[in-house]
């Protein structure tokens, strides 16, 4: 008999042993298999809005804003006779347990406010740069990214009152932009506007032609393809930089205005220049400015070419991100400068689904001065989906709507590039969700 009590001693503490063990089992498969369950629903969902925009329908997004999961363990032992007819008693415990699971999701359209600040916001310059640090193709990233860029012309003679080029204006798919504000300033004082080096500079440097990245121009398109194809190659020679330029503002003050107590708050901000001649105080502060790609230090620039800059990228627009080409560096035998202007993730969407029919992309070569791409890497699509009847296999991320399976192309020899640009194309969703800070620590790009 005592050793009927001791086994049952026994059995109840390997039941609450073994339930001990159960819970966190079965937390780490449930976390693991919800964690799933929404990178996968995020996932069909782009799939899913891209076939909604190929058919000209409505995009509309969920999201799984909170899961609530409870868990039950219970377990019970007990003994009953053994059947041993007359033979004499025997008691044969009885084990048992059980599991439950209750889980809750809170789930809600993206709608309203929220709807126009992820999705019909264009992406800032920050994002762009947050994105480079992860060392995705600058190729990629500006397919996906920008709607257009404008590149500056300064080798063509200006005329400050000159509206436009006639010849440049006949050749298609180009589109000048001038900045002509001597000539508005002008008109309002109704006095000439100035006719000098500086103005003629600035004028200079304002004029822009823009190319949109639409296939179905192919003029701008083209040219737009060789541009970051030119970037990429420098990429791939990890001679590309992404830094915020660096601008110095001075405040001259006059020394009676400061007191004591007010001259060392001032230090503790500002660089302070005391001139006895004229009894006044200079004030200078480094400020950061907007991003650069170049294919050079910035910081071994002087203050002139800064100045210059500082006009390529006036005024600054969240949204633009600027980039300087110069000869002698990597990628200088094509000296290009200009400002890429991105777009919102709506619009991202509406460009893949355009290039399932509407609009398809296709090849262009780079341009004869790009340097040597590592692979020959220059897909036709910025991201390529396989459009089917047939469910694709188990392992191959798809989603079913209008009648058809949508389905990234993971085989061939654009799979790494496909897969990547999914990648990308999640994570833009994703950063929709918040701003990004400014980075102030400059990076050189590499793949």
Not at 69 to 79: D, E, I, L, R
Not at 157 to 163: E, V
Not at 255 to 262: F, K
Request: glycine residues 4%; proline residues 7%; charged residues 20%.
């Amino acid at each position: 008999m005592k050793q009927l009590i001791c086994r049952l001693h026994l059995c109840v503490l390997f039941i609450f042993a073994l339930s001990g063990c159960l819970s966190p089992i079965t937390l780490n498969r449930a976390v693991m298999a919800y964690d799933e369950a929404v990178v996968n629903t995020d996932a069909k969902q782009l799939l899913v809005n891209i076939a909604r925009a190929q058919h000209h329908q409505p995009l509309h997004f969920t999201r799984v804003s909170a899961i609530a999961a409870t868990f039950n363990f219970s377990a019970n032992a007990g003994a009953t006779p053994a059947l041993t007819g007359d033979r004499g008693g025997m008691l044969v415990p009885i084990f048992g347990g059980s599991i439950s699971e209750n889980p809750t999701f809170s789930i809600d359209p993206i709608s309203g406010e929220e709807f126009t600040r992820r999705l019909l916001t264009p992406f800032d310059q920050h994002k762009l740069t947050l994105l480079l640090r992860q060392q995705f193709d600058v190729d990629m990233m500006l397919r996906m990214m920008a709607q257009e860029v404008r590149l500056q012309h300064p080798e063509q003679p200006i005329n400050a009152h000159a509206t436009h080029n006639k010849n440049a204006e006949e050749r298609p798919g180009y589109r000048y932009h001038f900045h002509r504000d001597a000539e508005r300033q002008a008109d309002y004082n109704n006095t000439p506007a100035p006719d000098n080096k500086e103005q003629e500079r600035r004028l200079r440097l304002r004029q822009q032609i823009t190319y949109h990245n639409n296939p179905s121009d192919r003029a701008d398109y083209e040219m737009f393809r060789r541009v970051v194809l030119h970037l990429s190659a420098i990429q791939d020679q990890k001679q590309l930089y992404a830094e915020p330029l660096i601008f110095e503002r001075s405040w001259t003050i006059p020394a009676s205005a400061v007191s004591a107590e007010g001259f060392q708050s001032l230090e503790k901000e500002f660089t302070v220049r005391y001139s006895q001649e004229e009894g006044t105080y200079t004030l200078s502060k480094q400020a950061l400015g907007p991003i650069l790609i170049t294919n050079y230090d910035p910081n071994t620039l002087c203050c002139e070419e800064r100045t210059d800059l500082y006009d390529l990228t006036n005024p600054w627009v969240e949204n633009d991100v600027a980039f300087d080409i110069r000869p002698g560096y990597p990628g200088g035998e094509w000296p290009i400068r200009g400002v890429f202007r991105l777009r919102s993730f709506h619009a991202i969407l509406n460009f893949l689904s355009h290039a399932l029919g509407e609009e398809p992309e296709y090849h262009v070569e780079k341009d004869p001065r790009t340097p040597l791409i590592v692979r020959d890497e220059n897909p036709f699509n910025t991201l390529e989906l396989i459009i089917s009847g047939t469910q694709p296999p188990k392992n191959v991320l798809s989603a079913y709507s209008h009648g058809q399976f949508y389905a990234v192309n993971m085989v061939g020899p654009n799979a790494h590039w496909n897969m990547n640009a999914f990648q990308l194309l999640y994570i833009l969703f994703r950063m929709t969700v918040t701003d990004a800070k400014p980075l102030g620590l400059p990076i050189t790009i590499a793949k």
